[in-house]
């Protein structure tokens, strides 16, 4: 099921997320596959509180990361995936397609900044590291409160940024180095993503919910780490390396060369060789109900 009929234009987003940077996909469906041990532990968790789920609207969804945890999760559940990215919505159908679940899963390419389509009423509302994204974070959560049913819950989750990867002594000069370009990444962004590590209770207070739980993940992969998890650190590495010489404000050279050697493909301190990785990333959840009080969606489409 599709629908691109919404105008999903937004000046506000990063560019990172538009079809030139083709890697976006896999890097989102990299994140699923290695920290999926974490998405298993935190939908577990949302399914104690959540109640009865049948339909789910995933805000932001990307390439449907959290999308199929929760259609694992929620077996009789389906789910509606917006995003203004409509070749990460193909790639989502595509992924349902070969599992078996095009039934279950409906895309709809939307701003978020904008009216939201009709979606009808929803049970579940997931919002994953796309809140700080938007450029009215309060509009969306009023506009997530208005899909939910009396009751319903909505999940926010946020990530301290890209994992952090490297051992602090690289062996090939530029002690640090990882350090500081996130210290770097942190200060850029702070212009343009000024919701980037918010807390994020009072706006949903704000926006009518009840802030039911919250809870903090640290997560830390160490080695020996599965295949998969070098090829994140080689990606991860590639768009922080990008993200920080195209901006204005170059990159340290010094740095900058040694980040090249570790994504270098042919090169003999490409990150895909360290055996010394260990993956560490905070991730922090919200859970906030609409008040079983609440007046009902005022959506009459789209059930
Ligand atoms: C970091 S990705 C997260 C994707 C997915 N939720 C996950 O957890 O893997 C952020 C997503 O938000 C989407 N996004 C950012 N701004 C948006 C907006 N204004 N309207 C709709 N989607 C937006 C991006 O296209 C991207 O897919």
């Known amino acids: 099921m599709t629908d691109h009929s919404h105008d999903h234009h937004n000046r506000h987003a990063p560019p990172s997320f538009g079809p030139e ?3 976006t996909a896999l890097l989102l469906d990299l994140d699923a596959e290695v920290f999926h041990e974490h998405l298993t532990e935190l939908t577990a968790w949302l399914a104690e509180i959540a109640g009865g789920v049948r339909r789910i609207l995933d805000v932001g969804s990307g390439t449907g990361t959290g999308s199929f945890a929760l259609l694992r999760r929620f077996a009789d559940a389906e789910i509606i995936a917006l995003d203004m990215e409509p070749h990460l919505l193909t790639h989502l159908r595509d992924k349902a397609r070969d599992l078996g679940w095009e039934d279950r899963v409906r895309t709809v390419a939307a701003d978020l900044d904008k009216a939201w389509p009709a979606v009808g009423e929803v049970d579940l509302v997931w919002a994953s590291a796309s809140l700080h994204h938007l450029a009215d974070p309060a509009h969306a959560l009023r506009q997530a409160f208005t899909a939910l049913r009396p009751g319903g819950l909505l999940a926010a989750v946020e990530r301290d940024g890209p994992p ?3 051992p602090d002594d690289l062996g090939i000069g530029r002690p640090g180095l990882e350090n500081r370009c996130r210290a770097e990444l942190d200060r850029r962004h702070a212009a343009t993503m000024p919701h980037r590590g918010a807390d994020w209770a009072p706006h949903l207070t704000a926006a009518g919910f009840t802030v039911e739980a919250y809870r903090k ?3 830390e992969l160490r080695p020996p ?3 998969a998890a ?10 922080l390396r990008n993200g ?5 404000a170059p990159l340290d050279p010094d740095d900058l060369s040694v980040l090249d050697r570790l994504i270098d493909s042919d090169g003999p301190h490409n990150v895909l060789h360290r055996h010394d990785l260990t993956l560490r990333s905070q991730r922090d959840v919200w859970l906030a109900r609409k008040p079983a009080s609440a007046p009902a969606a005022d959506q009459s489409t789209g059930r």
């Open 244 to 248: 920080l010489t195209t901006l204005e």
């Open 225 to 227: 780490l599965p295949e």
């Open 164 to 166: 952090r990867l490297l």
């Open 21 to 23: 940077n083709g890697d």
């Open 217 to 219: 993940f640290e997560i």
């Open 230 to 239: 070098g090829r994140y650190a080689q990606l991860s590495l590639r768009r």
